[in-house]
């Protein structure tokens, strides 16, 4: 079934993530019945159901004069920002999206990691040198949990495959 659903660039993993429904329901968009659909986008309108084709196409951007991720890092292709904040489908966190970006383009986005994935991918090091706020105690970087408060949302640049993190908690 995944087979025959749009891939996005900056979301490979969408389709594992518990981001998209695999439900039959009505596309708030094209009208049509699908059975794999998103349920939010940053619009006015009141949508709970758009298929993966319109996010993909533009068509529901445009018809709800809306977007799909909330924030994001700058990068300057203008393309690219389009490509990201209205074709391509949010992520689960507790904040809001805050999209990580490298190279001067979006990194993708890989999942959520606590401190226990990131060690067993030998990257901790590197994504907490990366971070912000990068005098973050050692007590507080072991308290990362996958899906937990604080929760890690983990990035890969498409260019020089650097691994980065954003965090955010409850
Ligand atoms: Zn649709
Ligand atoms: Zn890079």
Not at 157 to 169: F, N, P, S, T
Request: proline share 2%; glycine share 8%; hydrophobic share 30%.
């Amino acid at each position: 079934m995944i087979d025959n659903l749009p891939k996005f660039k900056y979301h490979p993993n969408l389709y594992n993530l518990g981001i998209v429904k695999f439900k039959n329901g009505i596309c708030n968009c094209c009208g049509k019945i699908t059975n794999a659909y998103i349920q939010n986008m940053y619009t006015s309108e009141e949508i709970d159901c758009i298929c993966l084709k319109c996010v993909s196409n533009g068509e529901a951007s445009k018809k709800f004069d809306g977007e799909f991720v909330q924030d994001a890092e700058k990068i300057s292709d203008k393309d690219k920002i389009d490509e990201l904040f209205r074709r391509t489908p949010g992520y689960i966190s507790w904040q809001g999206e805050h999209w990580l970006a490298c190279c001067d383009d979006y990194c993708e986005y890989i999942g959520t990691v606590g401190i226990s994935e990131l060690n067993e991918m030998n990257i901790s090091e590197e994504v907490f040198k990366e971070f912000d706020n990068s005098g973050l105690s050692s007590d507080f970087c072991e308290s990362l949990k996958k899906d937990g408060s604080p929760c890690g949302y983990l990035f890969r640049c498409l260019h020089c495959g650097k691994y980065r993190i954003w965090i955010d908690a409850v």
